[in-house]
C-alpha cells in the first residue's frame, strides 16, 4: 500500500460525464417551481434560492435549506411542502445524473481505468460528491475472480459497515470482503438512506445502501421499491 489520496469534487464527475451537474447548475427549477405553484413555504423556498443566482441554483445550499428547517419554518403545512420540495429536487438530481449516463460522450473507459488505478494502488478517495458515479466504476471494475480483498463493494468500502437495501426487503445478504480501497464521502450519497423508524441525528448502524448497478439478488419488485426509495433519500 502506497498511501495514495486522491480529494475528487464535482469538476471529477464532470470531466468523465460531461453533461453531469455542477454543484450550481440548472435542475430543472423553472419546471419545478410550477409543480409547486400554489405551495407557498415551498415556492419561498426555492425563489429565495434562485434570486441567489444568476443562473441556477446551490443545489447544496438548497437541500441543507430544506433538511435543517428554520425558526420561521412556521404555519400549516410548512414541514410537508418544504419535505415535498425536497424529495423533488433530489429527485431531480438524479433524473440529470441518468441522463449524464445515458449519454454517448460519457469517458467510461478513463473512468474505468481510474477506478483499477484506485483498487491497484490501494488507494483512498476523500469526495464531496453526493452522486455514486465513482462508487459504480470501482464496483464493476472489481474482477469477481481476483484475491480476496482485491476490489470494492458498497458494503464495506465506505469506511463503515454500510448494508445493502435489499436486506431490508428480506432477499439473501451475502459476506462481502474487505475492500482494498476506501471511498469516503463527506456529504453523504444519493445511494445512501436511514432505515425506517430511525429518528435524526442517524447513527452509522441507520444508513444502508441502495443502486440500481449492484447486481446481486434483487428482484424485479425490490428494484422497483429501490428506484421508488432513491427518489425519497
Same mark, same amino acid.
Given at each position: +500500500?502506497?498511501?495514495?489520496?486522491?480529494?475528487?469534487?464535482?469538476?471529477?464527475?464532470?470531466?468523465?460525464?460531461?453533461?453531469?451537474?455542477?454543484?450550481?447548475?440548472?435542475?430543472?427549477?423553472?419546471?419545478?417551481?410550477?409543480?409547486?405553484?400554489?405551495?407557498?413555504?415551498?415556492? /419561498?423556498?426555492?425563489?429565495?434560492?434562485?434570486?441567489?443566482?444568476?443562473?441556477?441554483?446551490?443545489?447544496?445550499?438548497?437541500?441543507?435549506?430544506?433538511?435543517?428547517? +428554520? !425558526?420561521?419554518?412556521?404555519?400549516?403545512?410548512?414541514?410537508?411542502?418544504?419535505?415535498?420540495?425536497?424529495?423533488?429536487?433530489? /429527485?431531480?438530481?438524479?433524473?440529470?445524473?441518468?441522463?449524464?449516463?445515458?449519454?454517448?460522450?460519457?469517458? /467510461?473507459?478513463?473512468?474505468?481505468?481510474?477506478?483499477?488505478?484506485?483498487?491497484?494502488? =490501494?488507494?483512498?478517495?476523500?469526495?464531496?460528491?453526493?452522486?455514486?458515479?465513482?462508487?459504480?466504476?470501482?464496483?464493476?471494475?472489481?474482477?469477481?475472480?481476483?484475491?480476496?480483498?482485491?476490489?470494492?463493494? !458498497?458494503?464495506?468500502?465506505?469506511?463503515?459497515?454500510?448494508?445493502?437495501?435489499?436486506?431490508?426487503?428480506?432477499?439473501?445478504?451475502?459476506?462481502? !470482503? =474487505?475492500?482494498?480501497?476506501?471511498?469516503?464521502?463527506?456529504?453523504?450519497?444519493?445511494?445512501? +438512506?436511514?432505515?425506517?423508524?430511525?429518528?435524526?441525528?442517524?447513527?452509522?448502524?441507520?444508513?444502508?445502501?441502495?443502486?440500481?448497478?449492484?447486481?446481486?439478488?434483487?428482484?424485479?419488485?425490490?428494484?422497483?421499491?429501490?428506484?421508488?426509495?432513491?427518489?425519497?433519500?
Amino acid at each position: +500500500m502506497d498511501n495514495t489520496v486522491f480529494a475528487l469534487g464535482a469538476g471529477f464527475t464532470k470531466a468523465f460525464l460531461p453533461q453531469s451537474p455542477l454543484l450550481v447548475d440548472d435542475f430543472g427549477e423553472a419546471d419545478l417551481a410550477e409543480r409547486i405553484r400554489g405551495l407557498a413555504h415551498a415556492s /419561498r423556498a426555492l425563489n429565495d434560492e434562485r434570486n441567489r443566482q444568476d443562473f441556477g441554483i446551490d443545489i447544496e445550499r438548497l437541500l441543507t435549506r430544506l433538511d435543517s428547517l +428554520m !425558526p420561521y419554518d412556521e404555519g400549516q403545512g410548512a414541514a410537508e411542502e418544504l419535505t415535498l420540495l425536497r424529495t423533488e429536487l433530489k /429527485r431531480c438530481f438524479l433524473r440529470r445524473l441518468q441522463e449524464a449516463r445515458e449519454d454517448s460522450h460519457l469517458h /467510461r473507459a478513463e473512468l474505468e481505468s481510474f477506478a483499477r488505478c484506485c483498487l491497484s494502488h =490501494q488507494a483512498t478517495c476523500i469526495t464531496f460528491n453526493y452522486d455514486d458515479v465513482l462508487d459504480e466504476a470501482l464496483y464493476r471494475t472489481t474482477t469477481p475472480d481476483g484475491p480476496a480483498g482485491h476490489g470494492w463493494n !458498497p458494503d464495506t468500502g465506505y469506511g463503515f459497515y454500510c448494508r445493502r437495501f435489499p436486506t431490508v426487503l428480506g432477499t439473501t445478504y451475502w459476506d462481502p !470482503p =474487505q475492500p482494498t480501497s476506501l471511498l469516503l464521502k463527506l456529504h453523504g450519497s444519493v445511494n445512501w +438512506m436511514p432505515r425506517r423508524g430511525h429518528r435524526e441525528p442517524h447513527v452509522l448502524d441507520a444508513i444502508v445502501h441502495c443502486e440500481d448497478w449492484l447486481d446481486i439478488g434483487v428482484s424485479a419488485d425490490s428494484a422497483d421499491r429501490l428506484r421508488r426509495s432513491r427518489e425519497h433519500l
